[in-house]
């Protein structure tokens, strides 16, 4: 058992009171965001000065008892954690984890984030039953599981279609799954978001292209609107439900299919796919897009830390749909098109997406993870043959170590 940070995001219906007061929040968080960035970005252009979220805090102090009293009426926490959320877009432009941070729009999703006092917390939040927030009392919200530990700090957000959500994360305690002894090589694709060594297939439920007719309609809609009308604002929000639906059937989806996946197997082998690269294939990204493949490993990847169980990542370059899983021979051209080929060698009848994960699976159990296999070779990466009898062996040998590193 490990004590883990657990993230939770749950829908609640505000009063109308609590949506006036959440306008506010809102609009006085972004002003703070957008003025500050503005002057943080002119003081240094300018007289290359510094600013940090403790002086323009200062400086928003200033504001609230000269030129903006209404600034008062927010939460003042929310506006100080702004800053320094502003504080870290810069950190990680900086360090060339992310672009320079821009104005925020009243029409993107709103955000704050509340600090819990944990004086009272005990009292205002008792083991997921009823949450209390500053300046808006209790909130309503939908429970869909209790969460054991006690969170710090809150964030409410409101996204384009209108809906409400609290998220925050709390420490809690995470038993590691039972071994089942499987190890599984997976191969990620669109005719099939996921598909296993042992021949299991997901099949791929394409939740974009099933909306995309409605999509196109109410889009079509909204195009005609007039800008700055009523209409034009309701057909916004018909428009952005609908993307929300979309998120959320893919979001289930992979939730669903990454819990399985982890639960049945103790080894799961990845291939390291550069999606960015991919999306630059006009003919599938929308069909790429639509799978959510690094959603699908960052899942695989937190969910099997938790479970006790080891990820294998395989390098980007390994040939693994052109290699016999069988007898590991390499072939020289393998068109997408081709979905099923039988070896010229070793006359194995071989399902593309199945071979390769099989492939995958031997690359990553025979200790190749990681390693450059940029144009392949005759064999399975540097192993004459190897047999399947031998993969088995090296994936029990995983196991095995997966075993007694969780006994010690």
Not at 223 to 244: E, L, M, P, T
Not at 301 to 307: G, V
């Amino acid at each position: 058992m490990v004590t883990r940070q657990r993230a939770y995001k749950f829908r609640f219906t505000p009063t109308a009171a609590q949506r006036k007061q959440l306008a506010v929040e809102f609009g006085c968080a972004r002003f703070v965001w957008n003025r500050c960035l503005d002057w943080r970005s002119t003081a240094w252009k300018e007289r290359q000065e510094k600013h940090t979220y403790v002086s323009l805090n200062r400086q928003v102090t200033v504001w609230k008892k000269t030129e903006f009293p209404w600034l008062s009426d927010a939460t003042a926490g929310c506006l100080t954690q702004a800053l320094i959320d502003q504080d870290k877009a810069f950190k990680n432009f900086f360090e060339k984890r992310g672009q320079y941070p821009r104005f925020k729009s009243k029409w993107d999703q709103q955000a704050v984030r509340y600090q819990l006092d944990q004086r009272h917390i005990k009292s205002t939040y008792s083991g997921g039953e009823f949450l209390k927030l500053p300046k808006l009392g209790f909130v309503k919200v939908r429970w869909s599981r209790i969460p054991t530990g006690i969170p710090k700090m809150a964030t409410v957000s409101k996204d384009p279609s209108g809906r409400y959500f609290v998220a925050f994360s709390c420490e809690e305690v995470v038993e590691a799954l039972p071994l089942t002894g499987v190890a599984l090589g997976l191969d990620l694709g669109i005719k099939d978001v996921v598909v296993a060594s042992d021949g299991w297939k997901s099949g791929n439920p394409r939740h974009l292209k099933g909306q995309l007719k409605h999509l196109k309609r109410q889009q079509r809609f909204l195009a005609r609107k007039q800008k700055g009308s009523n209409r034009r604002r309701r057909q916004r929000q018909r428009v952005a439900r609908i993307h929300a639906k979309i998120a959320a059937m893919r979001q289930d989806f992979l939730h669903k299919t990454t819990t399985a996946l982890v639960q049945r197997a103790d080894v799961i082998a990845l291939e390291d796919l550069n999606v960015k690269g991919m999306l630059k294939n006009h003919h599938l990204a929308g069909a790429i897009a639509d799978v959510g493949m690094g959603e699908f490993r960052r899942q695989i990847e937190y969910k099997a830390a938790w479970a006790g169980r080891k990820v294998i990542v395989v390098d980007r370059w390994a040939p693994t749909s052109k290699i016999c899983s069988h007898c590991g021979s390499y072939q020289q051209k393998m068109p997408l098109s081709v979905r099923e080929w039988t070896c010229p060698d070793c006359h194995a009848r071989h399902d593309r997406d199945v071979n390769a994960a099989n492939v995958i699976l031997k690359f990553a159990t025979a200790g190749n993870a990681g390693t450059d296999a940029r144009g392949g070779g005759k064999n399975l990466g540097g192993h004459e043959s190897l047999t399947p009898v031998e993969a088995r062996t090296d994936a029990e040998k995983f196991i095995e170590a997966a075993c007694l590193e969780r006994a010690a």
